[in-house]
Nanobody
Framework: QVQLEESGGGLVQAGGSLRLSCAASGRTFSRYILGWFRQAPGKEREFVAT????????YYPDSVKGRFTISRDSARNAVSLQMNTLKPEDTAVYFC??????????????????WGQGTQVTVSS
């Protein structure tokens, strides 16, 4: 069993930056595909980023490409999401997730086996 816990959310002005972190416990996820999703009130959970097991390639939707960067540190059993040039439409609860058997790029919610509890990101205009 893998437990994931996000941190780093908060309130930031449009154009600002935040860095989210996700720490895993219970089992190493060095062989898992990792991802970040977000969910705004009244909306479905949305794919934000995913990274290969090797960490040498990442995939993003157009909505965040060029602004967000996912990275993983297998030695620390952690994954991060650097978010730059934030926009009010980025406001959501952000979740990290781990996929045991998924194929890269894993962009769908049901490809992931483990989820964190989420961290709130609010971007003011």
């Amino acid at each position: 069993q893998v437990q994931l816990e996000e941190s780093g959310g908060g309130l930031v002005q449009a154009g600002g930056s935040l860095r989210l972190s996700c720490a895993a416990s219970g089992r190493t996820f060095s062989r898992y595909i990792l991802g970040w999703f977000r969910q705004a009130p009244g909306k479905e959970r949305e794919f934000v980023a995913t990274i290969r097991v090797s960490g040498d390639n990442a995939y993003y939707p157009d909505s965040v490409k060029g602004r967000f960067t996912i990275s993983r540190d297998s030695a620390r059993n952690a994954v991060s999401l650097q978010m730059n040039t934030l926009k009010p439409e980025d406001t959501a609860v952000y979740f990290c997730a781990a996929s045991r058997d998924g194929r890269y790029p894993a962009v769908y919610v049901d490809e992931y086996d483990y989820w964190g509890q989420g961290t709130q990101v609010t971007v003011s205009s």
